[in-house]
């Protein structure tokens, strides 16, 4: 059961810009936080940006947090990832994460993961 839809992923330019997406299914009534994460090519998923639900976010590197932007909208249950400046050591897939989020029948899930949409930057 699919509960993260990322998008908005695409291949940009250095320099260039992209606006990430992600929105839980309908099923989902409530999320805690939600993070976004990527996975360059043969190397380990790791986190790019966390955002709390009480508004707090953290940013892996100083040079992330001057690039990309977090942000979300808890009434669609969305997140956004807004990518400046883009490297070509952005490339990678990134990954939707969503924590404690709890069903419209009233279960909690721990943990979700987006499918991942495809980020590449070109030199």
């Known amino acids: 059961q699919v509960h993260l839809v990322e998008s908005g992923g695409g291949l940009v330019q250095a320099g260039g810009s992209l606006t990430l997406s992600c929105t839980a299914s309908?099923?989902?009534?409530?999320?805690?936080?939600m993070a976004w994460y990527r996975q360059a090519p043969g190397k380990e998923r790791e986190m790019v940006a966390h955002?709390?639900?009480?508004?707090?976010?953290?940013y892996a590197s100083a040079s992330i947090k001057g690039r990309f932007t977090i942000s979300r909208d808890s009434a669609k249950n969305s997140a956004y990832l807004q990518m400046r400046n883009l490297e070509p050591e952005d490339t990678g897939v990134y990954y939707c994460?969503?924590?404690?989020?709890?069903?419209?029948?009233?279960?909690?899930?721990?943990?979700?993961w987006g499918q991942g949409t495809q980020v590449t930057v070109s030199s």
């Open positions: 955002l709390t639900n009480g508004g707090i976010s953290t």
């Open positions: 309908k099923d989902i009534y409530t999320i805690n936080h």
């Open positions: 994460n969503a924590d404690r989020l709890l069903t419209t029948r009233g279960s909690e899930l721990f943990e979700a």
